[in-house]
């Protein structure tokens, strides 16, 4: 994990005085709500429906257990006592008055947290893969990368007043596990036939209304390159990218409208004006970064050691829990645990005060003190000795994040929708809440296996539905609330939009059409290892279709 | 609307000229975009400063070849929020290499200052006069610059690499 040095607290530090400043100054009514709007957006301050919501950035996804402990305390001194994970690497309170909002942004600053650019035009937090340095699948820890990007746009002169927000997600693992598509831009890391790594670039992904996944523009490029070339993009978006209307506004309007190819065009015109300038990246540069990253000293240990065999056979809940939410470690001896923030009845994503205390006292513990988040908004312990994990599972048992429903249908992604954004036209959580109800009974959501429901409640697609192996969407129909069904959306490295499948349904019926939708699955598949989305890949949409407007 | 220059308000030595109007002998001008690229010839061999206004939504590729005879580029901010111009302002200084005034006009506020030095602008037409009187001071919110731009300042990830002495002293209690 990466530790603050001097320059970094230091500009940290002058934010929160100039932030300081914007609030007295609207205290006093000098600034008009108008004036301060794009101030304190710049600082992820939103205002909802009931109060104002603070976004903090967690970079890459990684926390350290001071970092945790301080959002603990946040949530329990300035908010009302929880904290909510969301889709990007992110945390928002969603209770805070505005004359604390300095004292909370101190706080924090004092372990090296902020909320500068997780909200407004500009670059947004940097996401990753959550199992970065860990995933025996990597090819590369991005984290070093991430910081070098992170700093370089970091309260950025030219580009803090883009047409809109800017997302970048890296990855460098085979499997992508950062939703890179659906990013506005995209770096995947990869060997070429030279054996040399370097950059898959893809720009133009998001959601929102119209969705689009983003394109490749450049095949390899060279590491030293990557931040002339972001510049080159950010610049040709900036100057190009529309205006006149916040819909068409996103660079995947711009790179739809230019073609891709005239895009990557300008893009290069401007990039070999500026390689070989100031932003050719020094290797002496990233290695004094890197220095900076703290890694765990492991100890020599060796995997399955007979003390987790003897817990398995002993334990049918932990014996499915490891099945569940543990992954192998590139380590030998060392595991990934998730710990599943969606408890039955739960708001996807939600953690309060105490859980976030035990979970980085935990991680101090048995994790080296870090904790990861991922976009699943679930939360991660990196580094987990397997020995230690029978002992693990009845701490998290006992604070109600050891469900063992990771990627199952109950994994629930979703946005806070109507019951705090402005921006909602219905609720998501309460659907949330219902189906993972619905499906309580562990050995039916093991039956369904590996299924991702997303529910975004307006079309902004805060839970990303559009990929969602079953997306939900609400609209407004006559001043209530419906829900659009998609099928066969996937964020990974093979990602695909979602196949509406028919007229939105009533808010009351959405739990049921999951059900059908799940029941469908269980009779079409051809094996009981057929994943659901291989279901849908292979018989399409329709046979789903005609089982839930059956009885509508 | 108060100028600031040098960091202190001062007063506008150039008048600005409308699409139709004559230019006057001598006295630095401002010349709208269009108007100024009809009669560039004209323009550039009377006496005087000359400046051009020009719009966020023209590539500033074409007054490369007047770079030289430009005094001032004057570009705009129709909105707080429509940053085309940070980009013009940088492509102007680092990759044309103008050295002339690069003045920031229309919706600019304090908040924006640091980001207009750092792009480029050396004066500023500032909305609001209570905006124009705490410049420097506003200017000296911020001591740490992560990228390299057009004001030339060394960034953080240069810095790190020199000595410890170039740490501000400030943090060490932070």
Not at chain 1, 180 to 204: K, S
Not at chain 1, 446 to 455: E, F, P, Q, T, Y
Not at chain 2, 4 to 24: K, S, T, W
Not at chain 2, 68 to 90: C, E, M, N, T, W
């Amino acid at each position: 994990m990466y530790v603050y040095d001097a320059f970094d607290r230091t500009l940290v530090a002058e934010r929160v005085a100039e932030f300081r400043d914007q609030v007295a100054r609207r205290l006093s009514g000098e600034l008009t709500e108008e004036e301060f709007k794009p101030l304190r957006l710049m600082n992820g301050v939103y205002l909802q429906l009931h109060a104002y919501m603070l976004r903090i950035a967690i970079p890459y996804g990684t926390l350290s257990s001071a970092q945790l402990r301080m959002l603990a305390h946040v949530a329990r001194r300035y908010d009302r006592g929880y904290g909510h994970f969301t889709t990007r690497q992110n945390i928002q309170f969603h209770w805070i008055k505005l004359d604390e909002l300095p004292d909370a942004m101190a706080d924090l600053a004092s372990v090296g947290m902020h909320g500068m650019q997780t909200s407004g035009n500009c670059v947004r937090n940097i996401t990753t893969d959550q199992w970065a340095g860990v995933a025996p699948d990597e090819i590369e820890d991005l984290r070093v990368l991430a910081e070098v990007i992170r700093q370089h746009v970091t309260l950025h002169p030219e580009f803090t007043f883009m047409p809109r927000k800017f997302k970048i997600a890296v990855g460098a693992s085979a499997h992508d596990r950062a939703a890179l598509r659906v990013h506005d831009l995209a770096l995947r890391l990869h060997r070429n036939g030279a054996g040399e790594t370097g950059f898959e670039v893809m720009i133009g992904g998001g959601l929102g209304r119209t969705p689009f996944l983003a394109k490749t523009i450049k095949p390899f490029l060279h590491k030293r390159d990557v931040l002339s070339y972001v510049e080159a993009i950010l610049r040709t978006y900036n100057q190009f990218g529309r205006r006149d209307n916040i819909y068409k506004a996103r660079i995947k309007i711009l790179v739809h409208e230019l073609g891709v190819e005239a895009f990557a065009k300008e893009v290069e015109a401007e990039w070999q004006s500026i390689k070989d300038g100031a932003l050719a990246l020094d290797p002496a540069v990233v290695a004094e970064i890197a220095s900076r990253f703290r890694y765990p000293a492991y100890e020599r240990l060796n995997d399955s050691p007979p003390e987790l065999a003897a817990a398995r056979r002993a334990d049918r809940r932990f014996d499915a829990w490891i099945g569940n939410a543990v992954a192998n470690h590139k380590v030998p001896g060392y595991a990934i645990v998730t710990l599943s923030l969606k408890p039955e009845g739960g708001t996807p994503g939600d953690a309060t005060a105490e859980q976030m205390d035990a979970i980085a006292a935990l991680a101090d513990r048995y994790s080296f003190g870090e904790i990861r988040v991922g976009h699943e908004q679930n939360l991660v312990l990196p580094h987990v000795a397997q020995g230690d994990l029978p002992a693990l599972w009845c701490e998290l048992d006992a604070i109600g994040v050891a469900t063992a429903n990771v990627g199952l249908i109950s994994d629930i992604i979703s946005c806070p929708g109507l019951d705090y954004c402005s921006l909602a036209n219905a609720r998501s959580i309460p659907i949330a809440q219902e189906i993972t109800r619905r499906f309580r009974n562990a050995d039916l959501a093991h039956d369904l296996g590996r299924l991702h429901v997303n529910i975004s409640g307006c079309i902004n697609a805060c839970g990303h539905h559009h990929v969602g192996h079953i997306g939900i969407l609400g609209v407004e129909k006559n001043g209530e609330e419906f829900y659009q069904i998609t099928l066969g959306g996937k964020a990974d490295e093979d990602a695909k939009l979602g196949t509406l499948i028919g007229p939105a349904v009533p808010y009351a019926q959405v739990a049921d059409v999951v059900e059908d939708i799940a029941a469908a699955y269980l009779e079409l598949r051809q094996r009981p290892d057929e994943l659901f989305i291989e279901t849908v890949k292979r018989t399409g949409v329709e046979p789903f279709r005609e089982r839930v407007y059956a009885a509508r | 609307m108060p100028l600031v220059e040098n960091g202190r308000i001062v007063e506008d030595r150039y008048v600005r000229v409308l699409d139709d109007a004559p230019v006057p002998d001598r006295a630095p001008v401002i010349v709208p975009a269009k108007r100024f690229l009809a009669d560039a010839h004209e323009l550039i061999r009377r006496d005087g400063s000359l400046g051009v206004l020009w719009p966020n939504d023209r590539r500033v590729a074409e007054l490369e070849p007047w770079l030289g005879h430009l005094a001032l580029i004057a570009l705009v901010f129709p909105k707080f929020r429509d940053g085309r111009a940070y980009s013009q302002a940088r492509l102007l200084r680092e990759t044309y290499g103008f050295r002339g005034t690069l003045r920031a006009t229309g919706d600019v506020l304090r908040d924006q200052f640091h980001f207009l030095v750092r792009a480029g602008f050396d004066s500023f037409e500032v909305k609001k006069p209570a905006d124009a009187h705490v410049f420097a001071e506003v200017l000296a919110r911020y001591s740490v610059f992560y990228q390299p731009s057009a004001d030339g300042r060394a960034p953080v990830l240069r810095r790190r690499l020199q000595s410890a002495a170039a740490v501000p002293k400030t943090c060490e209690t932070v």
